[in-house]
Every structure is written in C-alpha cells, then in structure tokens.
C-alpha cells in the first residue's frame, strides 16, 4: 500500500496540520485585500505541488517506471515563472517537467497531472470526455469544473482558495486521494457530464 494511504491517528492529524497551515496562508495572502493575477497563480502553483503529495497514482501497466512527473497546463498559461520553478521539486521521487499545450489532441498521455485553463471552459465538455477514465489528475479553477467531470476545482473565495473534488472522476481513472485532502475540500459525486459537447 502506498505512504499516502497509511493514515494512522497521528498521520493524519499531521498531515492534516500541514494542509491546514497551507491554507492559513492562502487565508493571509488574501486577507489584505484584493488577490493580484500573479499573486493568485503563484499560490496556485505552490497548491499544484501540494495536492500531487496527496494523490497515489496506479502503477503503469505494460509501461517502465516514468523518468519524470509531468505536469502539463492546458488553454491559456497564467502561471508564468511561478510554475517553472517547480521543476526544482520532485514527485514520489520523480523531477517534474513543465509541458505547455495549445490543444487538447496535443496533450501527451503520459502527464499526470493537468491543469486545464478557464479559457478552455467552452470546450471543457469535450476535453474532460476525451481524458475519462486515464490516471491523469485533472485540476482547474474553471467554474463547475468538478461539477462537469473535472477531479480537482479551485475554487477563490473571499479570503481563500478551496477545493472542490469530484470523487467519482478520481476512482473511475485508478487515483487514490488522501482521506485529510478530502476532508477540507467540497466532495462532489457526479459521475459524468450530462452536458452535449
């Protein structure tokens, strides 16, 4: 079994500690005001990081062990710099490698993660259709993404960014999500999107 499932009493309630001063901060970059663009993705990013510590992906089947952990923005990049320098970081042990797409029929099937921007919302029907059931963690912070069939939405509050998570989506593609990770977010159990592309 996976280091993330083995959630013991005391594992979680520090895991859960280490999520929640992630969020403090979230609460204290925003409590002073209105977020700028840059700050906002920059903070997004760093949640990136974060959420991939959270997730177990299943094991490639028929495929060697990966060389690096892609994580790949889709649509619009927003990010800038702010993504990049998470190529310092690793992944289960892996180094991460930023990949950029324009299109969705672009996307390499081996990223495991993929942040689909809001400037795709009017084709995210379809693109969220065409990664069904495949071991890539989606996330975005377009609106009624989770609803739609999307694994992780961020979602900007007042003085915060929260999560929704679609459950269904996570288990139908193999992903385990960490039992303190779903305690702070909003669980949404929709199983496919009953939208028309």
Request: glycine residues 6%; aromatic residues 8%.
């Amino acid at each position: 079994m996976s280091k993330h499932l083995l959630l013991q009493p005391a594992r979680v309630k520090r895991v859960g500690c280490i999520l929640l001063a992630l969020f403090a901060a979230a609460l204290h970059a925003n409590a002073t005001g209105p977020t700028s663009t840059s700050s906002e993705y920059k903070l997004k990013a760093a949640l990136l990081y974060k959420l991939s510590r959270f997730i177990e992906w299943p094991p490639a089947m028929g495929k060697t062990r990966p060389e690096n952990f892609k994580l790949c923005i889709l649509g619009r990049d927003d990010f800038g710099r702010s993504l990049d320098v998470l190529e310092e970081h690793k992944v289960n042990g892996l180094p991460i490698t930023i990949h950029r797409y324009t299109h969705s029929t672009g996307v390499d099937g081996d990223c495991q993660m993929l942040f689909i921007s809001d400037s795709k919302r009017p084709f995210m029907t379809t693109i969220l259709r065409s990664f069904e059931n495949q071991p890539i963690l989606t996330v975005s912070d377009a609106r009624d993404f989770a609803k739609n069939g999307g694994m992780i939405q961020f979602v900007l509050g007042q003085k915060h960014i929260g999560f929704k998570i679609n459950t269904y989506a996570a288990q139908a593609a193999g992903l385990k999500i960490a039992a303190p990770l779903l305690e702070l977010a909003i669980v949404v159990h929709t199983k496919k999107n009953k939208d028309t592309p």
